[in-house]
């Protein structure tokens, strides 16, 4: 009885089993076992449980596949980090040498401020016996004259922005030749390099609208050349940008 029940189990899987071992053998049947079965009658669950059962090579070539991805995924990643690193250093580096070149091209002393001179002797060793590179810029004004206060802010901002200029400031009465510096003639700028007077501007408030900026006085000395190029002002800016990256 055994036999002929095996027999007929043969017979039904004669010309379809392509395996021969005893795996082979159960694998076949799982997958006649499917493809048999009204398709309809079987569960969208079960069939997918089935089909993965009747190919296990295939499920493992599957797993094989999403962990060379995955792995990839992990490379890639490592890839891009290094790369990150690799421009945060080459910016450094670069960073390094702008600031080294300009350090060599800027030579000479810096400032950053506005310097307060007191009498007309302290003007006069100031203009002498500064630096010739140097460029000086005195304003000579008075309390309560209109546009003095007004260059004296102004000034303070350049000489921040600007610090191998040096920017002086100086009383009119504290000059030593007050009757020349009257009320008419102030705010007066007067603009030294290598102890000559390079450049005399008497009422220079009268060339800005009634208020008036740092800007404005600035465009004001470059439309005459009196400024130097603002690279090291530019270079910090630049490294302060790309540090907020």
Known sequence: MEEAKSQSLEEDFEGQATHTGPKG??????????????????PSN???????MSSP????????????????SIQEYELIHQVKEDE??????RRQCMQDMHQKLSFGPR??????????????ETIAKEQK?????????????????????SLTCLAAEYPMVKFCKIKASNTGAGDRFSSDVLPTLLVYKGGELISNFISVAEQFAEEFFAG??????????????????ALEQTDTEEDTE
């Open 133 to 153: 590179i140097t460029t000086i810029v005195v304003h000579i004004y008075e309390d309560g004259i209109k546009g003095c206060d007004g260059l004296n802010s």
């Open 88 to 93: 945060n250093c080459l910016r450094k580096y």
């Open 216 to 233: 404005d006085v600035e465009s004001f000395l470059n439309e005459y050349g009196l400024l130097p190029e603002r690279e090291i002002y």
């Open 46 to 52: 079960k069939k997918e449980i089935l089909r993965q």
């Open 25 to 42: 053998v159960i694998n076949d049947w799982r997958k006649f076992k499917l493809e048999s079965e009204d398709g309809d009658s079987i």
């Open 57 to 72: 090579q295939c499920r493992d070539e599957n797993e094989s596949k999403e962990r060379f991805h995955r792995k990839m």
């Open 111 to 124: 400032y950053g401020f506005v310097y307060e001179l007191e009498t007309g002797e302290q003007f006069l």
